[in-house]
Structures are given as C-alpha cells and as structure tokens.
C-alpha cells in the first residue's frame, strides 16, 4: 500500500530551475505550495547511486530530512541505445559543472560518430520521501530518437536533440503544454499522483 501525501508543502530537491518549474507546474493543480532545495539553502548530495532509483531516493531523503517536510526528487537523463544507455545517470555530470548542455550534446553526437541508429529514450524516476524515510518511487519513460544539429530553445538539458517517437519537433521545439502532456517527467508524475495524491 503507497503511503498518500497528506500535507500542503513540500520540497522539490533539485537545484535546477528548470526541472523546478516543470516540476512545480505539474504539481499546480493539486494545491501544493513548493519550496525549491536551492531556494531553502540545501546542500546538495553527491549523486553516488548506480540507478536513477537510487539517485532519487537519496536526493529526496536528503531534502526531507533537511527541510523537515516531505520531498519530491527527480533522477533522470538521456540513455541512448547506440552507446549502451549512456549517457544515463551521468546525463547531468556530461554537461560539466557549468551545466553545458550545448557541450554535453556534442558529446552525445560526437560518440554516436556516424552511427545510424539514433534510437534513445529519456528516463525519469520520481522520489517522495518524508522525514521518517520513508520513500515511495515511480518510473517513466518516452521512447525517440536523435537529431542533429539541436532545434528549439524551449525545455532544458538534451531537449533540442530528442524527437518522440510520433511527432517530427524536438522537445526543445514544443509547446511545453504538449511536451508536459508525454514527457517521461509526466509519465511519472501520472504514477506518483494516482498513488500518492488521488483519493
């Protein structure tokens, strides 16, 4: 049995604005009031999981026991079939400290080197954790391919190279209200709500 979340606030653990807003926008209609763990001061842990499970547990964990209140963390990244799921829960240390991701997708096309099959799916995991450590988890996918050069600057991180399969725009090219309506973020945040939040 989930555990149901039961109060009015909680912590996104990410220091990324990006992934804070996409975040706080799916959250928008359940009346939650969200607190960013960059915005509380947070430290931010070492990512030394070996799955995007693991590295969500343990940066929601972090935050709820900081902050005192219950927390919502995101692992998640880009694993391309051609270079073996790479570059998977790296997908964030590929774009360096500076978070270039202009850099991390030349990385990406350089290691693909002329390799016709640009198949790759985004990955997500959500993490709700409460002080107590208790956790609950959830996995979602979207399955595309690779373009080159990147197209659109709409979304955030690899976004501008990955088509979903069915439509012909990158997600850095979509409206996010179409990008949020398939995303792997959503596909999670579907399986989150409906165990955690719907009565």
Same mark, same amino acid.
Do not use: Q
């Given at each position: 049995?989930?555990?149901?979340?039961?109060?009015?606030?909680? $912590? &996104?653990?990410?220091?990324?604005?990006?992934? *804070?807003?996409?975040?706080?926008?799916?959250?928008? =209609?359940?009346?939650?009031? $969200?607190?960013?763990?960059?915005?509380?001061?947070?430290?931010?842990?070492?990512? +030394?999981?070996?799955?995007?499970?693991?590295?969500?547990?343990?940066?929601?964990?972090?935050?709820?026991?900081?902050?005192?209140?219950?927390?919502?963390?995101?692992?998640?990244?880009?694993? *391309?079939?051609?270079?073996?799921?790479?570059?998977? &829960?790296?997908?964030?240390?590929?774009?360096?400290?500076?978070?270039?991701?202009?850099?991390?997708?030349?990385?990406?096309?350089? !290691?693909?080197?002329?390799?016709?099959?640009?198949?790759?799916?985004? *990955?997500?995991?959500? +993490?709700?954790?409460?002080?107590?450590?208790?956790?609950?988890?959830?996995?979602? +996918?979207?399955?595309?391919?690779?373009?080159?050069?990147?197209?659109?600057?709409?979304?955030?991180?690899?976004?501008?190279? /990955?088509?979903?399969?069915?439509?012909? $725009? +990158?997600?850095?090219?979509?409206? =996010?209200?179409?990008?949020?309506? &398939?995303?792997?973020?959503?596909?999670?945040? !579907?399986?989150?709500?409906?165990?955690? /939040?719907?009565?």
């Amino acid at each position: 049995m989930n555990r149901r979340f039961k109060g009015d606030r909680l $912590v &996104i653990a990410s220091h990324n604005p990006g992934k *804070v807003r996409e975040i706080a926008e799916l959250l928008a =209609p359940y009346s939650v009031a $969200v607190d960013s763990a960059g915005g509380l001061g947070l430290a931010e842990p070492e990512e +030394t999981g070996d799955s995007f499970r693991a590295n969500a547990e343990l940066k929601a964990l972090a935050a709820a026991r900081a902050s005192g209140l219950p927390a919502l963390a995101d692992d998640s990244g880009l694993a *391309v079939d051609a270079l073996g799921g790479k570059p998977g &829960i790296h997908s964030a240390r590929w774009a360096g400290p500076d978070r270039d991701f202009a850099a991390a997708m030349a990385k990406v096309e350089d !290691a693909l080197d002329k390799e016709k099959d640009r198949s790759a799916r985004f *990955v997500c995991v959500l +993490t709700l954790a409460w002080p107590d450590g208790h956790c609950e988890s959830f996995e979602g +996918t979207v399955a595309g391919s690779l373009v080159w050069p990147p197209r659109g600057d709409r979304g955030f991180g690899y976004d501008p190279i /990955f088509v979903p399969d069915g439509y012909d $725009v +990158t997600f850095g090219e979509m409206d =996010p209200d179409a990008k949020h309506a &398939i995303s792997h973020r959503a596909d999670a945040f !579907a399986k989150l709500i409906a165990a955690c /939040f719907a009565e």
